[in-house]
């Protein structure tokens, strides 16, 4: 049964330190997305990589936020320096294909910034 | 821009009830897809359908049926006889044309059903 595998699910970190949150897309999915999910805004994009090549990460705050793919089964989304605004809880989602796909989403990071 | 309307936060239905879920969209637009997720309170999103917007036949999958009409903007989802397990945050989204490759999510709306 293939699905994207997000780590941690749980993350309690006090404000200041580095969050360093990881994702394995479906295996053969060429596009990744990082999107955040808060009470406020609910969900929202942050980052989205088509063969490991960034393309869009408009939505991520710049100055603290970075995302990465090493390689085609992984993907990060690092904080840094945390903030208690970023409590929220963090999926990733992988899909097959260029335009309209469906994302398959991971179980998401519960992140808690104190 | 993009947007997509969920003007029911909350439904609470009994079992085995029809509940019938609401979804608005605005787009520019003329090719674009509409979708539904499912988020049970294991917090992972589910991804039940994806409609393109030159196919506006109704579509059924056991409980589940989805009701796209472009005049009205809306593709609606009906859960038939509704069970416990169907209780989750369901979430209407939209992709296409410059934003070919990200989902705009609704607000989702919180359905429970009562045994």
């Known amino acids: 049964d293939a699905r994207v595998t997000q780590t941690p699910r749980d993350k309690v970190t006090e404000m200041g330190q580095e969050v360093t949150m990881r994702c394995q897309p479906i295996?053969?999915?060429?596009?990744v997305f990082w999107y955040r999910q808060t009470m406020m805004q609910g969900l929202e994009l942050l980052a989205y990589f088509r063969n490991r090549a960034p393309l869009d990460d408009s939505g991520m705050p710049k100055d603290r936020f970075s995302a990465e793919m090493p390689d085609a089964t992984l993907a990060t989304l690092k904080i840094q320096p945390s903030e208690p605004r970023d409590s929220a809880v963090y999926f990733c989602?992988?899909?097959?294909?260029?335009?309209?796909?469906?994302?398959?989403f991971g179980q998401g990071t519960r992140l808690t910034v104190v | 821009a993009q947007k997509v309307t969920q003007a029911q936060t909350e439904i609470s239905v009994v079992e085995k009830e029809d509940v019938t879920l609401d979804c608005v969209y605005e787009?520019?637009?003329?090719?674009?897809?509409l979708f539904w997720y499912k988020q049970p309170p294991s917090g992972e999103l589910v991804f039940l359908i994806r409609?393109?917007?030159?196919?506006?036949q109704n579509e059924i999958s056991g409980r589940y049926s989805w009701n796209f009409q472009k005049s009205t903007s809306s593709f609606n989802f009906t859960i038939t006889a509704s069970q416990v397990v169907d209780s989750a945050v369901y979430f209407c989204a939209l992709s296409g044309g410059t934003n070919d490759y990200k989902l705009s999510f609704g607000a989702g709306t919180t359905v429970t059903v009562r045994a």
């Open positions: 409609r393109n917007s030159f196919d506006e």
């Open positions: 295996l053969g999915h060429n596009t």
């Open positions: 787009t520019r637009d003329t090719t674009y897809y």
């Open positions: 989602a992988s899909g097959l294909g260029i335009k309209n796909t469906e994302a398959f």
